[in-house]
């Protein structure tokens, strides 16, 4: 098995990028486009995350014998340079370009124009709404905040009060959804499980006696000991521990609104970043502030600060979305789309949460540094 194939499999925790890998094999018997030109155009030239993905997109052209050329936009909501790219792309007559858009509609008129020239177009890590995107290849955003949401909540003894701070990306609102939902549904559960122990103490099944009420005078029933409300009823009593979401542009912004949330809010013990520079300006604050040993922070993505953060202790864990493989599956997308064999419509390529627990076991150290295998 070639190198960055093995790369691919191993560093993958999702059952899907093998479907995928089956998607390639299986055209195995045909004869791949020879002489194909690839355009990359990432989103922030100031991530590394995009790095690794170049690094995916990079072997699979090295395995292939492709041409590709490499843009990267100068911040995730660079929507203009993005349009000169894909302008400059149709202009060097490129077989297919793989984007990442930095946003879902701004670019449809140069991806019409782009198509119009018989390009292949196929979005990585976010979604355009354009309709002649062939495939889009990415990690579920609601998905990867309810892992966040439940290493989190795993961290937390007794109250909670959770801070948010998002980036202005479209993908940030499916993340807190994501986020919240589980964190609440965490809360519902290590309730349940507390009164379950409190009423069986007196011996197994033992009954309630009519009128119970636990210690917030809600009349209990049913052997869960939920509230009258049933789970409506005790999701709206965890939505109060939730604060309402912050967000902001750049690091810079992302260390003064953490810093502002937690002075203003002195019971939050944890705090949750939606993307590099909100996860990166989260751990500055709270290391400015020396909370770090009383604030659990969890965040998105694996760039080189947030590992060094990890490492030194502010950072309890980061939501990896296996940026290699969107490069790498990327290209092998773009070969099958010119040769007529079909891809699916969308791909997961799942996340892995990375702490201090699992930062050095060699599947992590692949996902993390994908150039060094």
């Keep these: 098995m070639k190198k960055a194939k093995l790369k691919m499999l191993a560093s993958s925790v999702a059952l899907c990028v093998l479907s995928a890998s089956m998607v390639f094999s299986s055209g195995c018997g ?10 990359l155009i990432c989103k922030n030239t100031n991530v590394s995350f995009w790095e690794d993905v170049r690094t995916g997109a990079q072997d699979a052209c090295d395995e292939m014998g492709y041409d590709m050329t490499y843009y990267c936009a100068n911040a995730d909501d660079d929507v203009e340079s993005q349009i000169q790219f894909i302008d400059d792309a ?4 490129v077989d297919a370009i ?13 991806l019409l124009k782009a198509d119009n020239a018989g390009i292949d177009i196929i979005n990585i890590n976010s979604a355009s709404t354009y309709e002649g995107v062939k495939s889009v290849i990415s990690s579920s955003n609601a998905d990867g905040g309810a892992v966040a949401a439940r290493q989190a909540a795993s961290l937390v003894n007794g109250q ?12 940030a609102n499916a993340r807190i959804e994501g986020f919240e939902n589980e964190f609440i549904s965490q809360l519902v559960l290590k ?19 009519e009128g119970t009420t636990n210690e917030n005078g809600e009349a209990l029933r049913g052997p869960m000991g939920a509230p009258e409300g049933g789970i409506d009823g005790e999701i709206e009593k965890y939505k109060e521990y939730i604060l309402e979401p912050v967000y902001v542009g750049n690091e810079e912004d992302a260390i003064e609104a953490s810093k502002k949330l937690l002075e203003e809010n002195k019971d939050i013990n944890v705090l949750f970043a939606t993307n590099t520079y909100t996860t990166v300006g989260i751990c ?10 009383d604030i659990v922070v969890v965040g998105f993505n694996s760039d080189d600060d947030e590992i060094t953060f990890i490492k030194n202790g502010v950072l309890d864990g980061t939501v990896v979305q296996n940026p290699y493989n ?8 773009a070969a099958s789309i010119k040769d007529g064999t079909a891809v699916p419509k969308t791909l997961d390529t ?18 993390l540094y994908p150039e060094s295998f």
Aim: net charge positive; charged share 20%; glycine share 10%.
């Design 30 to 39: 045909r004869k791949r486009p020879e002489g194909m030109s690839i355009a």
């Design 90 to 93: 149709i202009t060097k007559k």
């Design 98 to 110: 793989i984007i990442a858009p930095n946003s879902s509609t701004a670019l449809n008129d140069a």
């Design 160 to 171: 909670c009060k959770i801070g948010i701070v998002g980036n202005n990306a479209e993908s």
């Design 191 to 209: 309730d349940r499980s507390e009164k379950m122990a409190q009423m069986f103490s007196g011996g197994q099944n033992a009954p309630l006696p």
């Design 284 to 293: 500055k604050a709270v290391q400015d502030l020396g909370l770090s040993n």
């Design 326 to 333: 969107q490069g790498y599956i990327g290209v092998r997308y």
């Design 350 to 367: 799942g996340v892995t949460f990375v702490s201090g627990s699992n930062i050095n076991d060699e599947a992590v150290k692949i996902l």
